[in-house]
């Protein structure tokens, strides 16, 4: 079992930056995922990072934007995000998949936090 809290999100306006934090406890060897869900859209793939941090995925909405990071000593992941966009305004979620190698397909992922909403004003 794996819990998973996300923190750090918020209001800013458009052009500034957020930083996600994704704590996690229990069984945490894991590649992590971020993601997000605005209204009436379906949930969608922001960045992954496998567990050694050395291999990174980003979805071109935010590839350049936004940087996906971990502390294993920590059992923390982060998503920095600069240069927001009203576009970017959803709830985001992080999420860990029983695997050390990162994925963008949400099925694959097997733990989920319960979210932190980012909005990003005009």
């Known amino acids: 079992q794996v819990q998973l809290v996300e923190s750090g999100g918020g209001l800013v306006q458009a052009g500034g930056s957020l930083r996600l934090s994704c704590a996690a406890a229990?069984?945490?060897?894991?590649?992590m995922g971020w993601f997000r869900q605005a209204p009436g859209k379906e949930r969608e793939f922001v960045a992954g990072?496998?567990?050694?941090?050395?291999?990174?995925y980003y979805a071109d909405s935010v590839k350049g934007r936004f940087t996906i990071s971990r502390d294993n000593a920590k059992n923390t992941g982060y998503l920095q995000m600069n240069s927001l966009k009203p576009e970017d305004t959803a709830n985001y979620y992080c999420?860990?998949?029983?695997?050390?190698?990162?994925?963008?397909?949400?099925?694959?992922?097997?733990?989920w936090g319960q979210g932190t909403q980012v909005t990003v004003s005009s």
């Open positions: 990072i496998s567990w050694s941090g050395s291999t990174t």
């Open positions: 999420a860990v998949r029983t695997s050390r190698f990162a994925s963008g397909r949400l099925s694959e992922y097997d733990y």
């Open positions: 229990g069984r945490t060897a894991y590649a």
